[in-house]
């Protein structure tokens, strides 16, 4: 993958967006959380900027939990969630310590999950305009 965590959290959203397998980067320590933090900033971001923001992120959860293939298991889905949830919620201070637990547990596999949930939010926001959107937001 790339050498720079926001470049690599980017080619990771783009690649759930398009479907394909989601290439794990095996980060540790701070680059881990830098691109942890990346995905969930767009997630967030998404969500607020969204008319119906709770009704997205339940539509994104469905299609999220729905979803099979080579994706990480249940609990990192359900990790996702929560973290991307507690944003939602304006608790981003104290979302901080579950995502830590969280990525000490699973690193890529809530990685690869906070990628998947964040590009199924822009599908069914953006619908056939997301990959552009994603595109616009390749960090510089």
Known sequence: MLHRPELTAHAMLTQA????????????????????????ARAARLLADAPEP???LRRAADAVDGSA????????????????TGELAG?????DPRTVQHLTRDPDGMLVALAELTACLYQLHDGDGAAAVVRALTPA
């Open 91 to 95: 608790q981003g201070a104290q979302v």
């Open 54 to 56: 709770h009704d997205l």
């Open 17 to 40: 967006l398009h479907r394909s397998p989601v290439q794990r980067p095996g980060f540790v320590a701070v680059d881990l959380g830098l691109a942890c933090v990346w995905l969930r």
């Open 69 to 84: 293939g080579g994706s990480p298991g249940g609990w990192q889905r359900a990790a996702a969630l929560e973290i991307v």
